[in-house]
């Protein structure tokens, strides 16, 4: 067995708003030299045996080592992904009816690219994981993406996970207010903006320069992600941002909408009430 020295700078964590372009940026990121990046690849049965919080941040880092040893004696890795790969999007495509399904599931793949020596960076996403226990991370470098509220909404409303309902299990497992504050609102939209106000609330708590707008994945064709991987990220294909709200009722969106504007507290400092009317207009002709 090749033996590896702990070194946390060579383990990066990378978390974001459900749906804001996570799992994408994970696709982009395991393309790069040198760089092993895994799509949620710790099992939330892992975590049956923590007591807390900090047990629960003690058992990330075990694994988080556990992974850069197997990595390095193998070629191999635990990734939620999709014949094998890690896939640019983790849902099935929108449909007229139904809400879109997540298509991975968590396996130990072959990498295209395995690290010769133990200073490779391994890049691990988590969205609710990671956010609720960001203040017992910081030994590692966290980044995280955000997306316009009024676009993770519509995507929220499409899709089969837990925040569709306002629900982040991971995040409420960790964050007791969370799960209470939750637990205390009947409606799913409002709901689904205290999860909104969680996650920006958390992300403030990052250096300058560790949030990276989806938009700005876009626009930039990836190149944003150098940050979290320290190499260039440069893609031979071109980026498109997807809309994702094609099966949105016109009033539903509207009412998505007025939600936002009512309430800019949620998002301050990460978008304006002029970034919602803007989302808005450009959303307005992908529904019915």
């Known amino acids: 067995m090749k033996q590896i020295s702990v070194n946390r700078a060579d383990t990066r964590l990378l978390t974001g708003i459900p749906r804001a372009g996570t799992t994408l940026a994970v696709h982009i990121l395991a393309e790069v030299e040198n760089v092993v990046a895994l799509h949620e690849p ?26 850069r040893q197997e990595i390095l004696d193998s070629g191999e890795a635990v990734s939620k992904q999709v014949m094998g790969a890690i896939p640019s999007n983790p849902v099935a495509a929108l449909t007229a009816t139904g809400l879109r399904k997540e ?27 990671f956010t609720a226990l960001i203040d017992l991370l910081q ?48 409606d799913v939209l409002e709901r689904q903006g205290i999860l909104l106000a969680w996650f920006f609330a958390r992300f403030r708590r990052l250096p300058d320069g560790h949030v990276i707008r989806y938009e700005e994945l876009i626009s930039s064709n990836g190149a944003v992600l150098s940050a979290v991987c320290g190499n260039e990220v440069r893609l ?9 709200g094609a099966s ?41």
């Not at 996970?161 to 960790?174: D, S, T």
């Not at 031979?236 to 994702?244: F, I, N, R």
């Open 248 to 288: 949105l009722p016109a009033d539903e969106l509207v009412r998505y909408r007025d939600f936002l504007l009512e309430r800019p507290h949620l998002y301050k400092g990460f978008y304006t009430v002029a970034d919602i009317e803007m989302c808005f207009h450009r959303l307005q002709s992908c529904v019915p």
């Open 139 to 186: 030994g590692y470098e966290t980044f995280a993406l955000v997306r316009n509220p009024l676009a993770v909404l519509v995507s929220w409303s499409s899709v089969d996970f837990p925040v569709n309902r306002g629900r982040a299990p991971m995040g409420e497992r960790y964050d007791k207010a969370l799960r209470d504050a939750l637990d205390a609102a009947q």
């Open 103 to 129: 298509i991975v599931s968590l396996e130990k793949i072959c990498l295209a690219k395995p690290p010769q020596s133990g200073a490779f960076k391994l890049i691990a996403k988590h969205n609710a994981l």
């Open 236 to 244: 031979s294909y071109g980026l498109e941002e997807q809309a994702g």
């Open 42 to 67: 710790l099992s939330p049965t892992l975590f049956n045996c923590c007591a807390d919080r900090i047990d629960a941040a003690a058992l990330i880092a075990t694994e988080l080592e556990k992974m």
